[in-house]
T-cell receptor, first 115, second 114 residues
Framework: NAGVMQNPRHLVRRRGQEARLRCSPM?????VYWYRQLPEEGLKFMVY????????ESGMPKERFSAEFPKEGPSILRIQQVVRGDSAAYFC?????????????FGQGTRLTVV | QQQVKQSPQSLIVQKGGISIINCAYENTAFDYFPWYQQFPGKGPALLIA?????SEKKEGRFTISFNKSAKQFSLHIMDSQPGDSATYFCAASMTGAGSYQLTFGKGTKLSVIP
């Protein structure tokens, strides 16, 4: 029973490079959420996607950040022209349905370091 | 963004004692209140969750107490064990409004000492 799979686990990028973070939801889950966690902080919502659709991106920075969840393949969080302030742990969560059963299962995260 | 305020920031409890973590929220549209446990280097894992139609929910050593009028909820860990040492996050979402994003508290780092 594979859980939410995120890769890479650790990613180092120089300022100005692009970071691509991947998330494969649990089998049968079609709802994906991305969160960012700064050191000693709680998780902050970024974006909620269903297959091929962005449902809520109210937590996404307006520039440099984008997310997709294609019909086939993992969800991708893309950060262009990274800056030091982008250094954080990025977590993906997935759920089977919305409504009553809203349990979201989290992956182990990708720790992005911008040098 | 609506806030969820969590306290204390850190907590040290003797083995066998009761750990209590408190959260308060502002938005009365929140209708789902989960607690997550996170170990270093790992993702958060759901511990227990409650909806506002009940005042208490118990699962094993973990209990959520919910006070709708005060807009507060708390996690009680009975018979705390060293293996419970982790960071705990409360969260809330507005599922009834079609918003499933979780708003998290800042976390409580629990240390259970032998």
């Amino acid at each position: 029973n594979a859980g939410v799979m995120q890769n890479p686990r650790h990613l180092v990028r120089r300022r100005g490079q692009e970071a691509r973070l991947r998330c494969s939801p649990m089998k049968g889950h079609s709802h994906v959420y991305w969160y960012r966690q700064l050191p000693e902080e709680g998780l902050k919502f970024m974006v909620y996607l269903q297959k091929e659709n962005i449902i809520d991106e109210s937590g996404m920075p307006k520039e440099r950040f984008s997310a997709e969840f294609p019909k086939e393949g993992p969800s991708i969080l893309r950060i262009q022209q990274v800056v030091r302030g982008d250094s954080a742990a990025y977590f993906c969560a997935s759920s089977h349905m919305t409504g009553v059963n809203t349990e979201a299962f989290f992956g182990q995260g990708t720790r992005l370091t911008v040098v | 963004q609506q806030q969820v305020k969590q306290s204390p920031q850190s907590l040290i409890v003797q083995k066998g004692g009761i750990s209590i973590i408190n959260c308060a929220y502002e938005n009365t549209a929140f209708d789902y209140f989960p607690w997550y446990q996170q170990f270093p280097g790992k993702g958060p894992a759901l511990l227990i969750a409650i909806r506002p139609d009940v005042s208490e929910k118990k699962e094993g050593r973990f209990t959520i107490s919910f006070n709708k009028s005060a807009k507060q909820f708390s996690l009680h860990i009975m018979d705390s064990q060293p293996g419970d040492s982790a960071t705990y996050f409360c969260a809330a979402s507005m599922t009834g409004a079609g918003s499933y994003q979780l708003t998290f508290g800042k976390g409580t780092k629990l240390s259970v000492i032998p």
